[in-house]
């Protein structure tokens, strides 16, 4: 239900949206991406759609009650399908029930994506970095934390001063007398 909602926010958007996958956009992602004005997919990306699922418990009646919400709930996902990619409803069924794997091509050439995405014609193939480029997890944990922290206004609690040893003789006099 999440996705669907993700998807009408972007379908009310009055400006163009441009869904970029560089990575999986299975299953409820593949919905969301439907959204796009354009939808733009890496030469490295892939693309699946399935059947909903869902867990049930009851009995016969309850789970014809969710035979019968999957029904609808396919039906719904076909329309975002149907008005991406101009195919009719009988062939995303098929797809959908073969639980159908794309790569940036095959997302093209059926109409889930609008390109694939390249290196800009300008950009050169020069590296311009410095030194080596290096990768800490670590640091990028970290950066990442402060950042969230300071998005979530965070601040730490101040510690408490350590007692020395002496303060600590020195209330333990006070309290003997």
């Not at 958007?13 to 970029?20: D, E, L, M, N």
Request: charged share 25%.
């Amino acid at each position: 239900m999440a996705a669907a909602q993700i998807y009408n926010m972007l379908m009310d958007y009055r400006g163009s949206v441009i869904v970029k996958i560089d990575g999986i956009a299975a299953s409820a992602a593949s919905v969301i991406a439907m959204a796009g004005s354009k939808v733009l997919v890496s030469p490295v990306s892939m693309m699946m759609v399935h059947n909903p699922a869902t867990a049930a418990f009851g009995d016969s009646t309850e789970m014809q009650k969710a035979i019968a919400m999957l029904d609808e709930v396919k039906e719904s996902i076909i329309n975002a399908y149907e008005i991406k990619t101009g195919m009719s409803r009988t062939k995303l069924s098929h797809l959908m029930d073969s639980e159908t794997w794309m790569d940036a091509h095959t997302a093209v050439d059926l109409g889930f994506a609008d390109e694939i995405m390249t290196r800009p014609a300008d950009a050169g193939s020069e590296n311009h970095a410095a030194g080596p480029m290096l990768f800490s997890r670590a640091a990028v944990t970290n950066h990442l934390m402060d950042k969230l922290a300071a998005k979530c206004r965070i601040e730490k609690k101040p510690t408490k001063p350590e007692r020395s040893v002496d303060d600590l003789m020195e209330r333990l006099n006070l309290m003997k007398h």
